[in-house]
Nanobody, 113 residues
Framework: QVQIAESGGGLVQPGGSLTLKCVVSGLSISPYNMAWYRQATGKQREVVAS???????KYADSVEGRFTISRDNGWLTVSLQMNDLTPEDTAAYYC???????WGRGTQVTVSS
């Protein structure tokens, strides 16, 4: 059974940093691109960052230069380092195994003073 668990969310002040972690079990992530999505209240889910099987990252324009995605195929983890957070980054963040229906349950990130 495939399980995806995100962690690392929380409340942070503007300008602060958080690192999200996604741990996958029951599935090797090596053959898949991996991605982080987010969904703010009342908005559609959007891709934040993705990383290919060749470790090539892509970022949404809104987070370019502030977020860094990484993966560890051995430990079945995908991380998202988030710096210089703003209130607009407030959302539930989800880990996704691309090209599959596998999603985590999400971790909430709230940026507020």
């Amino acid at each position: 059974q495939v399980q995806i668990a995100e962690s690392g969310g929380g409340l942070v002040q503007p300008g602060g940093s958080l690192t999200l972690k996604c741990v996958v079990s029951g599935l090797s992530i090596s053959p898949y691109n991996m991605a982080w999505y987010r969904q703010a209240t009342g908005k559609q889910r959007e891709v934040v960052a993705s990383i290919s099987t060749s470790w090539i990252p892509k970022y949404a324009d809104s987070v370019e230069g502030r977020f860094t995605i990484s993966r560890d195929n051995g430990w079945l983890t995908v991380s998202l380092q988030m710096n210089d957070l703003t209130p607009e980054d407030t959302a539930a963040y989800y880990c996704h195994v691309e090209s599959t229906d596998y999603w985590g349950r999400g971790t909430q990130v709230t940026v507020s003073s």
